[in-house]
Each structure stands twice: as C-alpha cells, then as structure tokens.
C-alpha cells in the first residue's frame, strides 16, 4: 500500500471514529464534535498529504514542525474566535479539536515509520 493511500485510510478511519463516538455525547457536545471533526479534516487534509509527500526527503523535519504550529494556530483561533463567535460549549468543542488533531498526527507517525520501512531509512 502506498503512503498515500495509508494516510487516505488513516484519516478516514479517525473521521468515522470521531463521528460514531459523537453519537453517545449530549446533542451540544455532538454539535461542538462534528464542528471539531470538519475544522481538523480541513486543516489535517492537506498538512498531511503535504508530509506523506515529504517522506524520504530532507524537508521531512520542517514541514512537520510547519504542521505542528498550524495545528496550534487553528486552537488558538478555535479557542478565541470560533467557539465563542459560534456559540459552542467551549471545553467539548476544545477537547474533542485536540482529540481529532493528536489522532491525526497519529496518522501522521504511522504513515512516515511505515514509509521509512518501506525506504530504508529510519
């Protein structure tokens, strides 16, 4: 399988995860999880194709840490722009964002050590 196809099935998988465990919390809570869900689908999506594109390649190092502070970015404006301006329960909204995001970065690990295996490198 390739590395792009594993991070497809990575991000998929954490995608249906997140929305099938929305469906035990409270109907804010839900709201505040898919809000969650599809502001860590548009960020990871492409931060992550751009570091599968990235193994095996001196950048590697750089555009993750690149990732990492986008992803620290989109709290900090959920945090302090988004939830309020939209209304949603804070603390849910904020857990279930980093929740989404750290299964992404997950993703991420498994798709690069697998993608090292497959190279060589490590």
């Not at 990732?67 to 857990?95: C, M, N, Q, S």
Request: proline share 6%; hydrophobic share 60%.
């Amino acid at each position: 399988m390739t590395p792009g196809r594993r991070y497809l099935f990575g991000i998929a998988a954490v995608a249906a995860a997140a929305g099938g465990l929305s469906f035990v919390l409270s109907p804010a809570a839900r709201s505040a999880a898919w809000f969650a869900l599809g502001l860590g689908l548009a960020v990871q999506g492409p931060l992550g194709w751009w570091l599968v594109r990235a193994v095996g390649t001196e950048r590697l190092l750089p555009v993750w840490a690149g990732g990492i502070a986008a992803r620290l970015t989109v709290l900090g404006v959920g945090a302090f722009l988004a939830v309020p301006k939209l209304g949603f329960p804070l603390e849910p909204t904020l857990i279930a964002l980093v929740g989404v995001l750290m299964s992404f970065v997950g993703v991420e690990a498994f798709v690069v050590w697998f993608g090292g295996r497959r190279t060589g490198a490590r």
